[in-house]
């Protein structure tokens, strides 16, 4: 496991976060991606699912959680994360790399892209499950 390169028990780290109060609908572990399932209501992201930040303290459903909709914080990973890449949900709620997709501008055939997939970009690298890398938290 590699290590923690902000150690601080902080979630996010940087100034101009923006941070909001959700009902969790499950039990959410600080440091993963939530998605939303209804007005104002979260619950852990799965794969393929879109989410829209992350959670910043563990809570039981039914607690109110913070969750960081933009800015910069500590993610756990789902597998390796090169340093730069676009990152999304695996289906433990964990940070893995959203692959580029192949479009074919000059084609006729329709493809899908997966915009609303994207969680964040990595700004540190990680070389396996369950380690905490640092996440710029975007759309």
Avoid at 20 to 30: M, V
Avoid at 72 to 95: E, F, M, N, Q, Y
Wanted: proline share 3%; charged share 20%; hydrophobic share 35%.
């Amino acid at each position: 496991m590699s290590t923690d390169k902000w150690s601080y028990e902080e979630g996010f780290i940087s100034e101009g976060e923006i941070v909001s109060l959700f009902k969790a609908t499950a039990d959410i572990t600080r440091g993963t991606f939530v998605r939303l399932t209804g007005d104002l209501e979260v619950q852990p992201a799965t794969a393929n699912s879109d989410p829209i930040g992350v959670a910043l303290k563990d809570v039981s459903n039914g607690e109110t959680v913070p969750v960081c909709l933009h800015g910069v914080c500590k993610v756990k990973t789902g597998g390796a994360i090169t340093l730069g890449k676009a990152v999304k949900s695996d289906d433990s709620a964990r940070a893995v790399e959203l692959s580029d997709q192949q479009v074919d501008e000059g084609g006729s055939s329709t493809y899908p892209i997966y915009y609303a997939r994207k969680a964040g970009i990595a700004l540190q690298s990680a070389t396996g499950e369950n380690q905490w890398i640092l996440v710029f938290v975007c759309k």
